[in-house]
């Protein structure tokens, strides 16, 4: 007997210890005993007096107005009443057996009301993307409007021989009006894929010429910064694929138009190979590498996120969005791929991704790699960033290649009176003779000087100086 007391109060015990309230009561549905948390939650203390179960749940008593525990059996989920007539709802399972019924029931008032707020939140703000979706998609279609018709007034004033510089102003214009259009296209892209609603297309296209494009769009600027390229596709890829050529071109041409912009001396290193093949499905991995001004670790993590340069003076520096990044690895991750940054501050940057496709039923049939194009398998060495140190160590054969290219293109910029080119060519200049003897270093300091204030004569006369200082120099080593 006694032992049988000291049972009922451990139980007892642990039954107060619960994070549940549990309710014992008899057949006829009549509440015997509540834990500590069912005594302060339904406000009768522990003075139950035969209370029946009903008068905590209602809902029991209109359901079944007999015997109310074969419908509290079923019930999962229903709202507890308190003394004073106030509710709460709560997940809920009854046992019973041999005239000893036990409820135990968790309060879940709490979370009913988050997954409410949380309902509302999820309604207001695919509402707010609703109505800023189609506020980005008609602002960028107002906007698109005024800029081609600039650039289209401005261009048949080209087309008319003006010259000097009004000739100069009106390529400013256009080249703005470029870079207009390409921002409102990033934003509109951007809107697109925040919403979920960008489509990849499945189509077939040639994949080598798709590269040859892309590059030859970006010639013009290699060439004009005295840049080099190289591309090296894996000749194991097929050529013809199925996927969306847009949107790898605008990929490829987002990770090449940077490595422009920011590299001022060196190559750019363009590889692709095949890293999978099941099937007809392809897996390509693309690297597209610089010797440009690189990036640390620190400004790494700002790269892909939206709207993020990693530094404002780039801004102000080389213009730009800080869309580029965040736009194109949401376009490679809806093609199945990832993307990664390899590189160190001052000495270059490898950006490489994986993208996937599907081999096309042309390229199974004809087996062929299709004609060569200009700009591909030139199957040249790209240095490693530790050689790109060898650059600017004065008299290295990078270093002299390097500078009499710039030279070269120094020489073209000043005599067409382009200054601002013809800037960043000397500047360049000064940079590659920055371990050269003093007297070279004093000459390509003056050189950039008068180019900087765009004096002709002069800056012949110190070019020419320059110039023989140098071969002197590097005839010497
Ligand atoms: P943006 O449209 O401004 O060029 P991106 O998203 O393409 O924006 O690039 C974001 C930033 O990442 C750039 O402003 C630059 O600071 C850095 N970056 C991107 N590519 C390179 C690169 N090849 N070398 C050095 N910095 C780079």
Redesign the pocket.
């Known amino acids: 007997m006694g032992e049988e007391v000291l049972q009922g109060e451990i139980i007892h015990d642990i039954a107060d210890a619960s994070l549940e309230i549990i309710l014992r009561f008899d057949d006829e549905g009549k509440i015997l005993y509540g834990n500590s948390l069912a005594q302060e939650e339904l406000g009768y203390g522990n003075d139950w007096q035969m209370l029946g179960l009903e008068k905590v749940f209602p809902e029991l008593h209109l359901e079944n107005e007999s015997f109310p525990l074969d419908a509290a059996q079923k019930m999962t989920e229903g709202m507890m009443y308190r003394k004073n007539g106030t509710c709460f709802p709560v997940r809920m399972k009854v046992k019973g057996s041999g005239g000893q019924n036990l409820l135990f029931a968790i309060n879940v008032a709490k979370r009913v009301e988050t997954e409410r707020k949380l309902v509302r939140m999820k309604e207001e703000m695919e509402e707010t993307m609703k109505v800023r979706n189609e506020f980005v998609a008609n602002v960028t279609h107002e906007l698109r409007t005024p800029v081609n018709g600039i650039r289209g007034h401005v261009t048949n004033l080209l087309e008319n021989g003006v010259t000097g510089d009004v000739k100069n102003t009106l390529d400013i214009i256009i080249r703005c009006c470029d870079n207009m259009s390409a921002i409102i296209n990033?934003i509109l892209d951007f809107s697109k894929l925040e919403a979920g609603k960008f489509v990849i297309e499945q189509k077939e296209f040639n994949f080598y010429k798709m590269v040859n494009h892309t590059v030859e769009t970006n010639i013009p600027a290699i060439n004009a910064k005295g840049l080099r390229i190289m591309v090296n596709i894996d000749k194991t890829i097929p050529e013809y694929l199925i996927g969306d050529e847009l949107r790898l071109t605008q990929i490829l041409n987002?990770?090449l138009s940077?490595?422009v912009?920011?590299?001022s001396v060196g190559y750019i290193n363009i590889e692709v190979t095949k890293t999978v093949q099941f099937d007809d499905e392809i897996e390509l991995f693309f690297v597209v590498s610089?010797t440009?001004?690189?990036?640390s670790p620190e400004?790494k993590d700002k790269?892909?996120k939206s709207f993020?340069?990693?530094?404002a003076s780039?801004?102000r520096k080389?213009?730009?969005?800080?869309?580029?990044?965040?736009i194109?690895k949401q376009l490679i991750e809806l093609m199945q791929g990832s993307v990664h940054l390899d590189?160190e501050k001052g000495k270059?940057?490898s950006?490489s991704f994986s993208v996937r496709l599907n081999m096309a039923q042309k390229s199974k049939e004809e087996h062929t790699v299709g004609e060569q194009f200009e700009f591909i398998n030139q199957d040249q060495e790209m240095p490693g960033f530790d050689n790109v140190e060898k650059f600017f160590q004065f008299g290295t054969p990078e270093n002299v290649q390097e500078i009499k290219g710039k030279m070269e293109k120094l020489i073209l910029c000043m005599e067409v009176d382009a200054w601002d080119k013809a800037e960043n060519f000397a500047h360049n200049i000064k940079e590659l003779l920055e371990q050269a003897p003093k007297d070279l270093k004093r000459a390509a300091f003056r050189l950039e000087m008068n180019v900087r204030k765009g004096d002709h004569d002069k800056s012949v006369e110190q070019y020419d100086n320059l110039r023989i200082m140098f071969e002197e120099a590097i005839g010497g080593i």
């Open positions: 990033n987002n990770f940077n490595a912009k920011f590299t610089d440009g001004i690189g990036i400004e790269l892909f993020s340069q990693v530094d780039i801004t080389y213009g730009g969005t800080g869309l580029g990044l965040a194109t590189s270059g940057s950006f």
